[in-house]
Each structure stands twice: as C-alpha cells, then as structure tokens.
C-alpha cells in the first residue's frame, strides 16, 4: 500500500527532542490507548476515576442547577461517557430533553463511537440531535464547537484529572486558552485528583496487572508508528518505571530502552537506559486548585470533594 508521507506532528519531535525528552499526552489515546484506559479506570489500586463518578451520582442534581439552562455542554475528552451519563441523566430530569446538548470532543475516533453508544444506552430521552461529536485536539475542537454556535453559552466538563497531564504553569495558560476559545461567559466543571500517600500514588500507576505499563508503552509504540521508526513495533523494548515527584505535586511515567534506539527522530537518538518522560499526573489540593484557576482568570464557585479527589465548577473572574 502506498501511504503519502505526512509530515510527523510538530508538538511530537518538539517533545522528543526536549530535555528529558517526553512525549505529549495526546499520542497516549489511540484507539488501544484509549481501551487501555478504560481498562486502567477497573484497576482496584487506580481510585480517580470511581471517586469522580461517586461525586457525579451524588451531587449530579445541584450540578445540574448550576449549569445554564441552554448551555451547550462541551466535554474535552469523553472517552467512554460512562460519567458523563450520569450528569445527562441530572440534567435530563432538570430540564426539557430538547434543551439538553452535548458535544463531545476527543482525539480518538474510538472513544466517540463508544461515547456515542454509551449515550444512547444510557440515556435514551436525550434526543439524537442533542448529541454532536467532533473528532479534535480540544482546542480545535472547541474553536470549531463555538464557530458553528456563535451564540451559544458553553459549559465546559472537564474531567478525569487530565488537567494534571499539564506542568504547573502550563496547566494554568492551556486552562485560560480554553476559556478565551469558548467565550466570555463559559464555566467549567473541573475534577482534580488529590494528593496522596506515596506508595499509594505509586501503585495507582504501578498497578500489579501491568494495565498502565501497557498503556505507557503503546503510547510510545504510537508515536514510533507516525514517526515510521522501525521500532515502533519491537516487543519488550522498554523498561517502564513510576516516580512519585513530591517536591512538584507530580507522578512521573517514564520508559528507558533496553538497547539503544537510533534516529527516534532523524538525528536524535536515544541510549539504552536513557529515560523518556511520556506523562505526569499532576496531584492538587483546594488550594493549589483555587491558585490554578485565579492564573487562568477564574474563581472557584463551588467545589465537591472526597478525601482524595475533587470536582469544581469554576466561573469567570470578575
Ligand atoms: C486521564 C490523565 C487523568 O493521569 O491519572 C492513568 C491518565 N495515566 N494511568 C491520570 C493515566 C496512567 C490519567 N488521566
């Protein structure tokens, strides 16, 4: 088959040919990545994911009155919606079916069809017309949302904690980008996991099934196939190892090759051993959090919390 030759994506080699060299969080979610994660959300030691759903369940019918009765709902990442069902169900009782609308935008066209079919499972009053989803980066994705609904209030979901995918400072302008891309009057729900007891933080990303090592690995094999690296497809090439960073509130997800791995990207080589960061997962507490939404130009207006996680609806300052 002949495939033209694209280009490899700018933000990739950008990464991989940085100090450490890491690789951006978005080429973890193909379509493997993304069941990987699913997978990830069942691990018993991986706890994010069940307290974010917990607080959606109990607290879906205040969120529900929060959000703006037109709003466009808009969700950076769906995955596989099964929380997002739970706020369509809070807001389905809150209101007309025809008033509710959710957009969903992902970078895997995977995760949409399950989004779509997990919608239309579990929430069969939302019409077929309230649902749209957009296959993007979510910066893209939320430029065209609000291009083809000039006029529309949006309500950003953002959930899962992938704010910690970003480094302190980042988190904060990307949040900020996001919010000058959907408008002036846009809100957001926001989940933030805490921080932890190291061995605890550590198994999270450790877990004994070796799901997340799985998940880390094919994110790397990912960015080798569209970089067409020889070794994109080499088995039991990399080391994985998990380091709880305190001093910077991070986990860190790194891999090392067992034997040296030449032209990563042309003229960059990495040595065996040498360590390539893939991601960080950033860990917050209430006020980091309101630190982090005062740099992006918003206030904390009310936040839900377990021990170890939290949800917050997060307004424009004013
Ligand atoms: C979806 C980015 C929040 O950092 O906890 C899970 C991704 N990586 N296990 C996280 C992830 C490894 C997850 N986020």
């Not at 917990?54 to 709902?73: D, M, N, Q, S």
């Not at 960080?280 to 005062?294: E, Y």
């Amino acid at each position: 088959m002949c495939q033209p030759k694209l280009p490899p994506p700018s933000d990739l080699v950008a990464g991989l040919t940085s100090s450490p060299p890491t690789l951006p969080c978005r080429f973890l979610y193909d379509a493997k990545g993304s069941q990987l994660y699913s997978q990830i959300t069942d691990l018993p030691e991986y706890t994010p994911y069940r307290a974010e759903l917990g607080l959606l369940k109990e607290h879906g019918t205040k969120l529900a009155t929060l959000i703006p009765p037109h709003a466009l709902v808009v969700e950076l990442g769906c995955g596989d919606a099964t929380k997002t069902s739970h706020l369509i169900h809070s807001l389905l009782a809150s209101r007309e079916p025809g008033a509710v609308r959710f957009v969903g935008i992902d970078v895997s066209a995977e995760a949409l069809r399950q989004t779509d079919r997990t919608l239309r499972e579990r929430c069969p009053d939302l019409p077929a017309a309230g649902i749209q989803l957009v296959e993007a980066d979510y910066l893209t994705g939320l430029r065209a949302v609000r291009s083809a609904n000039p006029d529309a209030t949006l309500c950003l979901l953002w959930l899962g904690s992938s704010i910690g995918n970003f480094g302190e400072g980042e988190a904060s302008e990307f949040l900020a980008g996001l919010v000058a891309a959907a408008g002036g009057d846009t809100r957001v729900i926001l989940g933030a996991d805490g921080w932890k007891d190291r061995g605890v933080l550590h198994a999270a990303y450790c877990d004994a099934a070796g799901v997340t090592e799985r998940f880390i690995v094919n994110g790397v094999q990912h960015a080798l196939r569209l970089l067409r690296h020889p070794d994109a497809r080499a088995a039991d090439l990399w080391d994985y190892e998990v380091v709880v960073n305190e001093r910077r509130s991070q986990v860190e997800m790194w891999v090392s090759p067992k034997r040296r791995v030449s032209d990563i990207v042309p003229g960059v080589s990495l040595e065996a051993g040498e360590k390539l960061l893939v991601e960080i997962s950033r860990k917050f507490t209430p006020l980091s959090i309101a630190a982090l939404a005062d740099q992006a130009g918003l206030v904390v207006q009310e936040s839900w919390r377990t021990p170890g996680y939290s949800l917050q609806l997060l307004l424009p300052a004013v």
